[in-house]
């Protein structure tokens, strides 16, 4: 019987504004802009967040962190895909590979892509071969190559363990 595998999407954007710290799949990014959000923003973990939890049938991040919660605000988005993936081990799974995508204007995100690959594997409890991170710009287009906001999207891959 072949194993069963699953696979998870996820994609979300924030608006990037002056007076917030950059943080990006768990690691800060020096930036002159941040996303704004109720939690700290973090397009790439929020969109990692939903790969997983679609994957396993679970809903949605705003379903499991609502950003009306008081708990939520501020929030370090580490603990959303901490949950993801602990929902996703308790359901038999283990995750094969993620790849991530990053869309912003700026800064450059080449010289912390192996920080976030890093970090990103150890919330999901995989090695950090099975992760891959990239970046590209928006070509000046639409909001995201406006600079005024960032978009992320993640797709990921899970085999029932055993
Ligand atoms: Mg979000």
Same mark, same amino acid.
């Given at each position: 019987?072949?194993?069963?595998?699953?696979?998870?999407?996820?994609?979300?954007?924030?608006?990037?504004?002056?007076g917030? *710290?950059?943080?990006?799949?768990?690691?800060? @990014?020096?930036? /002159? %802009?941040?996303? !704004?959000?109720?939690?700290? =923003?973090?397009?790439?973990?929020?969109?990692?967040?939903?790969?997983?939890?679609?994957?396993?049938?679970?809903?949605?991040?705003?379903?499991?962190?609502?950003?009306?919660?008081?708990?939520?605000?501020?929030?370090?988005?580490?603990?959303?895909?901490?949950?993801?993936?602990?929902?996703?081990?308790?359901?038999?799974? *283990?995750?094969q590979?993620?790849d991530?995508? @990053?869309?912003? /204007? %700026?800064?450059? !995100?080449?010289?912390h892509? =192996?920080?976030?690959?890093?970090?990103?594997?150890?919330?999901?409890?995989?090695?950090?071969?099975?992760?891959?991170?990239?970046?590209?710009?928006g070509?000046?287009?639409?909001?995201?190559?406006?600079?005024?906001?960032?978009?992320?999207?993640?797709v990921v891959?899970?085999?029932?363990?055993?």
């Open positions: 019987m072949p194993q069963e595998i699953r696979a998870g999407i996820g994609f979300d954007i924030h608006r990037l504004v002056r917030r *710290r950059l943080v990006l799949g768990g690691v800060e @990014v020096p930036a /002159e %802009s941040g996303l !704004l959000g109720h939690s700290d =923003g973090d397009a790439l973990l929020h969109a990692v967040t939903d790969a997983l939890l679609g994957a396993i049938g679970a809903g949605d991040i705003g379903e499991l962190f609502p950003d009306t919660a008081p708990e939520n605000k501020d929030r370090d988005s580490s603990d959303f895909v901490r949950e993801a993936a602990r929902r996703a081990r308790a359901a038999g799974f *283990r995750v590979n993620l991530a995508t @990053v869309i912003l /204007e %700026s800064p450059r !995100l080449s010289a892509k =192996g920080a976030i690959r890093a970090r990103l594997a150890e919330l999901c409890e995989c090695d950090p071969s099975r992760v891959n991170v990239k970046a590209k710009t070509e000046g287009l639409d909001a995201v190559g406006r600079g005024e906001a960032l978009a992320a999207r993640a891959l899970l085999a029932r363990e055993g």
